[in-house]
């Protein structure tokens, strides 16, 4: 199933999403680099990496 790549705003803790897409079972060994998102909620900009991310439901 595809997920929706989230991380969460360190200042407001609400979850930001990343434009991005994994297939869940594929995660696992899915390599990541360092990458930044403009945040909505801080209006702030979040370098994340995948041990920031979260999969939404």
Same mark, same amino acid.
């Given at each position: 199933?595809?997920?929706?790549?989230?991380?969460?705003?360190?200042?407001?803790?609400?979850?930001?999403?990343?434009?991005?897409?994994?297939?869940?079972?594929?995660?696992? #060994?899915?390599?990541?680099?360092?990458?930044?998102?403009?945040?909505?909620?801080?209006?702030?900009?979040?370098?994340?990496?995948?041990? #920031?991310?979260?999969?939404?439901?």
């Amino acid at each position: 199933m595809t997920k929706r790549v989230l991380v969460r705003c360190p200042s407001t803790s609400k979850l930001i999403p990343t434009g991005q897409t994994v297939e869940e079972e594929l995660w696992p #060994d899915t390599k990541l680099k360092e990458h930044k998102v403009p945040c909505p909620h801080c209006q702030g900009t979040h370098a994340w990496a995948k041990k #920031d991310v979260v999969l939404a439901r």
